[in-house]
């Protein structure tokens, strides 16, 4: 089967709305990104995006010059021709864990004006179950005559990080729909991806990204848990990780112990979830543990260290690593925040280092630390080394240079970076990771 070409409008060009609408003009489509924000669209009519994303870029610019995207603040302009329309908005979090509709509900009012006749509206961002019917009836509200239109619910799976990846190779593709001949257009939409398509109806399509990252948010819980308790009784938990991810029944990612999970999903996520069920009646115990178990995780790793000082007042902390995970500048929910405000809660000197974080960084912890140019600025006479993020820079780190810039080597490892021979080796390096043997040298400190 040949692609059929479609005019594609995605509304909101955040994370989600800009990698979708890349991939589907580089697939063939003719794609049209929207969104309020008048600079960002700018920004990206000159051809730079404006979040850091491997891969994204390069493909921005070629779908660009080819003539198959296009981007816009008007939704007249860009829903001219649209057959499709995917809302790709922000769903935040209220203080109580339920999501914030109003974006969506925002851009469903907008729209409704520009809508043609037999269009699609798809909905990529995260939603409670039964948004999509609230969506619809928004719609059919703010029309100003009658028209036919479909809704489908089509969740998105990608990962900050490897969205571009993610969306051209995604594991399945999700379209819950009420009527046949729409979730069939949008699954041809997809054809080009030749992935594993799976029709559900729309509350299903809605619940299936909900469990989905509830699960993966629980499997890091668990696998913190099992760490925490190795370290008492003296296992390892990478080769119990490896040992139980062979059982393909349990499958071997996400089973990273660390100090918790963060980002804009799973931690907004899981309470959504949490939320939902309490809403209906339920009482998601388990789910509560694992939000539960993620607050305190990043917390270990200052305990950790006040063990090992006693008193942290004034000793330098370097932080390594500050967005919630490698290959992203996002900071939302990132555990480095937790840890930073704790350790100068207890009085340390807190330098950090992330190579691509420390602008985003600076809105969420300000002038409160100090911001280092380098891992070896940020070491520089440290009395203990944090790494908060596994960036493949700090994984290729010679730890012999450590010696000679610390005050005193003590690595203090979130993210089991490190490769413990090469840290057995280093003569004075005191080395504490997760859920494994500590590495002490006796009688140096
Ligand atoms: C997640 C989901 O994976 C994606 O499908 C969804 O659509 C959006 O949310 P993302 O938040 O970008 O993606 O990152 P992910 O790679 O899932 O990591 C989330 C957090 O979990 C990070 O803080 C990461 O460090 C942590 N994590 C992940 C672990 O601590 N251990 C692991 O084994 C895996």
Redesign the pocket.
């Known amino acids: 089967m040949s692609l059929i070409k479609m005019n594609i409008a995605v509304i909101g060009t955040g994370y989600v709305g800009l990698s979708t609408g890349v991939c589907l003009a580089e697939i063939g489509h003719q794609v049209n990104g929207i969104d309020v924000d008048e600079a960002k669209i700018n920004e990206l009519l000159q051809g730079s995006s404006p979040i850091y994303e491997p891969e994204l870029e390069p493909l921005l610019q070629k779908n660009m010059k080819k003539g198959n995207l296009f981007f816009t603040t008007s939704l007249e302009i860009g829903l001219k021709d649209a057959e499709i329309i995917i809302l790709a908005v922000g769903t935040p979090q209220h203080e109580d864990g339920s999501v914030d509709l109003s974006y969506l509900f925002g851009a469903a009012k907008d729209l409704a004006p520009h809508l043609k006749n037999k269009s699609i509206v798809v909905i990529k961002s995260t939603v409670p179950v039964g948004t999509n019917h609230q969506v619809k009836k928004l719609i059919e509200d703010h029309l100003p005559h009658p028209i036919a239109f479909d809704m489908i619910s089509n969740p ?6 490897s969205a571009i990846s993610d969306t051209l190779h995604p594991d399945r593709i999700i379209i819950g729909s009420l009527e046949s001949s729409a979730a069939s257009k949008v699954e041809a939409m997809y054809q080009p991806l030749h992935a594993s398509i799976i029709h559900t109806s729309i509350e299903s399509a809605e619940m299936i990204k909900y469990a ?2 509830a699960f ?1 948010a629980t499997k ?1 819980s668990f ?1 913190n848990q099992i760490a925490n308790l190795c370290e008492s009784v003296g296992a390892d938990v990478e080769d119990v990780a490896m040992g139980m991810g062979m059982d393909k029944r349990i499958g071997a ?6 100090i ?7 931690p907004k996520d899981t309470k959504a979830l949490l939320h939902m069920a309490k809403q209906n009646g339920h009482h998601f115990s388990q789910l509560n543990e694992t939000i539960a178990i993620n607050d305190t995780q990043p917390l270990l790793l200052v305990k950790k260290a006040v063990n090992r000082f006693t008193d942290l007042k004034g000793k330098k902390i370097a932080l390594l690593g500050l967005s ?2 490698p290959e ?1 500048d996002d900071m939302r929910e990132a ?1 480095s925040i937790k840890i930073a405000q704790k350790l100068l809660e207890l009085g340390t000197v807190v330098t950090a280092y992330d190579p691509i974080a420390i602008d985003r960084a600076k809105q969420v912890l300000g002038n409160s630390i100090h911001y280092a140019n380098s891992v070896w600025e940020a070491l520089k006479d440290a009395d203990a080394l944090f790494l908060l993020t596994e960036w493949g820079e700090f994984k290729r780190i010679d730890v012999t240079r450590v010696t000679g810039l610390m005050k005193q080597p003590i690595i203090f490892d979130g993210r089991n970076c490190f490769d413990t021979d090469k840290i057995e080796a280093c003569e004075k390096i005191e080395y504490y990771p997760v859920g494994k043997k500590a590495i002490l040298k006796e009688g140096f400190y």
């Open positions: 998105e799976f990608l990962r900050q990080g989905s990252n993966l890091i696998i990612t996400f089973l990273q112990a660390g918790g999970y963060g980002g804009s999903c799973f919630f995970k992203t555990p």
